[in-house]
């Protein structure tokens, strides 16, 4: 945020939102306006940063980890996409692909009413059949759904900055597995401190379910070196790509792409996540 850059598809004279707290469901929802962008806002949930828009661009993306999501959905599906996004916040990267994938269609899920409420006021956001906001809980949403209905299915749910067990364990993984389309996506923003082990134990587990999975991140985190996101990638079909590769090395926060064979290795001997430790 606050970064000046080019940026394209710009529209004319967007109405803005007013920047300030407002009451939510589950807290408050913050709008901090950037500092170099009039047109650009911050989502803060409860204190914790959600979602960045441009209301002027569609395509900018201004959360690395995202960037990543859409590259991988770029490089490996054809168009039109269909996209389950667990965690809608402000629908930022729906709207990054509607603009870019003409005739995609979305489903967002959140459990927050008056916040999927205000982001339609706030940010204008495309309507139905393109994308659609669906308030409920994502595992239930999830288990709800037709087999082969998706081909893309993200996770970027967090309460209080942490991932909700339910949505990381083998059993909600299959429903996911159960619900994309032969050779679809599962692609999960795991939040993560330097030793990793939530990283492990995600692959691991997604590495139970797919018979392809891979990583996305960049060097330092990788090493150990800091918290942030790692991306896990979970598909029937394989990950591998040179192109995409390349692509993600050479994004303003370089990342690299590990394939099926290092993701097993980093995750060697790292528990499965399942249902029953839930409770115990």
């Known amino acids: ?15 803005v939102p007013k920047p300030g707290v ?21 989502l ?25 999501i859409a590259a991988v959905i770029g490089s490996a599906l054809p168009d039109p996409l269909r ?17 870019g994938h003409p005739g995609s269609q979305h489903l967002a899920v959140d459990t927050d009413a008056e916040l999927s409420r205000l982001v339609r006021v706030w940010f204008d956001l495309p309507r139905a059949p393109a994308l659609r906001i669906r308030v409920g809980d994502a595992r239930e ?24 067990l339910p949505l990381t364990t083998a059993e909600f993984t299959a429903q996911v597995r159960r619900v994309l389309r032969p050779g679809g996506l599962y692609l999960l923003n795991c939040g993560d401190r330097p030793d990793l082990q939530l ?22 985190m990788l090493k150990g070196r800091r918290r942030g996101n790692v991306i896990v990638i979970g598909s029937d079909a394989s990950i591998e790509s040179a192109a995409l590769a390349r692509e993600l090395l050479s994004g303003a926060v370089p ?24 409770s115990g």
């Open 1 to 15: 945020m606050g970064r000046s850059r080019e940026r394209g598809g710009r529209t004319a004279k967007p109405s």
């Open 22 to 42: 407002y009451p939510i469901d589950s807290g408050t929802a913050e709008l901090v306006q950037d500092r170099d962008n009039p047109l650009g806002y911050l």
């Open 44 to 68: 803060l949930i409860n204190g914790v940063q959600s979602s960045h828009i441009d209301l002027g661009d569609p395509t900018w993306l201004d959360f690395e980890y995202m960037r990543w």
């Open 83 to 99: 996209v389950l996004h667990l965690g809608a916040a402000a629908c930022s990267l729906a709207r990054h692909l509607i603009d």
């Open 141 to 164: 949403v999830t288990e709800s759904l037709a087999d082969d209905s998706y081909s893309v299915v993200v996770r970027d749910v967090f309460a209080d900055a942490v991932t909700p």
């Open 199 to 220: 990283s492990r134990s995600e692959a691991a587990t997604v590495g139970s379910v797919f018979e392809h999975v891979g990583i996305v991140a960049d060097p330092p």
């Open 255 to 278: 990342a690299q792409l590990w394939e099926d064979r290092r993701v097993r290795e980093f995750a060697k001997g790292a528990p499965v996540l399942v249902d029953a430790a839930l």
